[in-house]
């Protein structure tokens, strides 16, 4: 099997009647492109940007964020980049920023509401971003936690001021989904986007109200649970009927079983650690896009994430 992976891993991920998944990795430095690359990766489809802030003692300056992502950009030739805005809060705690302390910060200023209350870490990054964009790389710009409309309104209006302020090319703007709001309001938040990545290690946090970093809970924090599965797919569907993509990338993506039940669902687009993507692609060059509906069809009718595990063994 191994060695079957190691063939397949630069074949796109074809099912068996010809649909195409875009396979793309989760990395945050420019020097993991390489090896993510060997691996399989079609592009990059989550850049956190929060390892810019984290492991030092000061912020990075505007230029400092441009190469970074002119740096990414370029050690992907022309491959598709999401870079994610930055995403501090919850379990991603940067002390230099000196941020109040909060009783519960997962529900707390995290993500794009951290952003849109700070106009000094939004604006040297959505600057930094279109200059990285003007210098050619081929990057979409992805924002984290929003959960409502005039959130996504107030972003796209600093991204295109900016935008226009340096006469950098028009890039894709999208959202994560990781909030149910998000899930459920999916097909009115899809007229104001580009496109949609479901981040399911937070979505199944805030659907299970489980501590994503729980230690006792860590078993029932399952991403295939049925009521996440359900949110996952009234995300396709509102996109969809807007004509907008959807990946996911939280750790679920990177799981063989559960990159099939998302390619039932509809998602065009997984991204993954980067030492997931061959066992994920070998797993999707066995399947056809019929199966793999059929599998999330079941999954959703499913009462317990146990028995959606278990369809794993008739699939
Ligand atoms: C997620 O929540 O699934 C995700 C990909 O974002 P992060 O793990 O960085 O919160
Ligand atoms: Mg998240």
Same mark, same amino acid.
């Given at each position: 099997q191994r060695a079957a992976e190691e063939q397949q891993r630069s074949l796109p991920a074809t099912t068996t009647d010809g649909h195409r998944i875009e396979i793309a990795a989760n990395i945050n430095r420019a020097d993991q492109a390489a090896m993510a690359l060997s691996q399989g990766a079609d592009g990059v489809g989550l850049m956190r940007t929060e390892f810019l802030f984290l492991e030092r003692d000061h912020a990075p300056d505007e230029d400092e964020q441009a190469a970074a992502y002119l740096a990414m950009g370029?050690?992907?030739?022309?491959?598709?980049l999401i870079v994610r805005a930055l995403d501090i809060g919850g379990d991603k705690q940067v002390a230099h920023l000196k941020l109040p302390r909060e009783e519960n910060p997962f529900l707390g200023v995290r993500g794009s509401r951290l952003l849109l209350r700070s106009p000094d870490l939004l604006e040297p990054q959505v600057r930094a971003l279109y200059r990285a964009a003007r210098d050619g790389a081929a990057l979409s710009i992805m924002f984290p936690m929003i959960t409502s409309v005039s959130e996504i309104l107030t972003l796209r209006e600093t991204c295109e #001021?900016?935008?226009?302020?340096? #006469?950098?090319?028009?890039?894709?703007?999208?959202?994560?989904?990781?909030?149910?709001?998000?899930?459920?309001?999916? %097909?009115?938040?899809?007229?104001?986007? %580009?496109?949609?990545?479901?981040?399911?290690?937070?979505?199944?946090?805030?659907t299970l109200a489980i501590d994503r970093q729980h230690p006792d809970l860590a078993a029932e924090a399952d991403s295939l649970h049925p009521a996440v599965l359900r949110l996952i797919r009234a995300t396709v569907d509102g996109a969809k009927a807007q004509g907008r993509w959807v990946g996911v990338c939280g750790g679920i993506a990177g799981d063989p079983f559960g990159a099939t039940v998302l390619l039932g669902l509809g998602v065009d687009e997984l991204s993954m650690t980067p030492r997931d993507i061959p066992a994920v692609k070998a797993r999707l060059r066995t399947v056809s896009l019929a199966q793999a509906q059929q599998v999330a069809a079941q999954a959703l009718a499913c009462e317990t994430a146990d028995a959606v595990r278990t369809l794993e063994g008739v699939a």
């Amino acid at each position: 099997q191994r060695a079957a992976e190691e063939q397949q891993r630069s074949l796109p991920a074809t099912t068996t009647d010809g649909h195409r998944i875009e396979i793309a990795a989760n990395i945050n430095r420019a020097d993991q492109a390489a090896m993510a690359l060997s691996q399989g990766a079609d592009g990059v489809g989550l850049m956190r940007t929060e390892f810019l802030f984290l492991e030092r003692d000061h912020a990075p300056d505007e230029d400092e964020q441009a190469a970074a992502y002119l740096a990414m950009g370029q050690a992907l030739d022309g491959r598709p980049l999401i870079v994610r805005a930055l995403d501090i809060g919850g379990d991603k705690q940067v002390a230099h920023l000196k941020l109040p302390r909060e009783e519960n910060p997962f529900l707390g200023v995290r993500g794009s509401r951290l952003l849109l209350r700070s106009p000094d870490l939004l604006e040297p990054q959505v600057r930094a971003l279109y200059r990285a964009a003007r210098d050619g790389a081929a990057l979409s710009i992805m924002f984290p936690m929003i959960t409502s409309v005039s959130e996504i309104l107030t972003l796209r209006e600093t991204c295109e #001021q900016i935008r226009q302020e340096l #006469q950098a090319p028009v890039v894709p703007v999208g959202i994560m989904v990781e909030v149910p709001a998000a899930a459920m309001m999916a %097909d009115v938040l899809a007229r104001h986007v %580009d496109f949609f990545s479901i981040g399911t290690n937070d979505l199944t946090q805030y659907t299970l109200a489980i501590d994503r970093q729980h230690p006792d809970l860590a078993a029932e924090a399952d991403s295939l649970h049925p009521a996440v599965l359900r949110l996952i797919r009234a995300t396709v569907d509102g996109a969809k009927a807007q004509g907008r993509w959807v990946g996911v990338c939280g750790g679920i993506a990177g799981d063989p079983f559960g990159a099939t039940v998302l390619l039932g669902l509809g998602v065009d687009e997984l991204s993954m650690t980067p030492r997931d993507i061959p066992a994920v692609k070998a797993r999707l060059r066995t399947v056809s896009l019929a199966q793999a509906q059929q599998v999330a069809a079941q999954a959703l009718a499913c009462e317990t994430a146990d028995a959606v595990r278990t369809l794993e063994g008739v699939a």
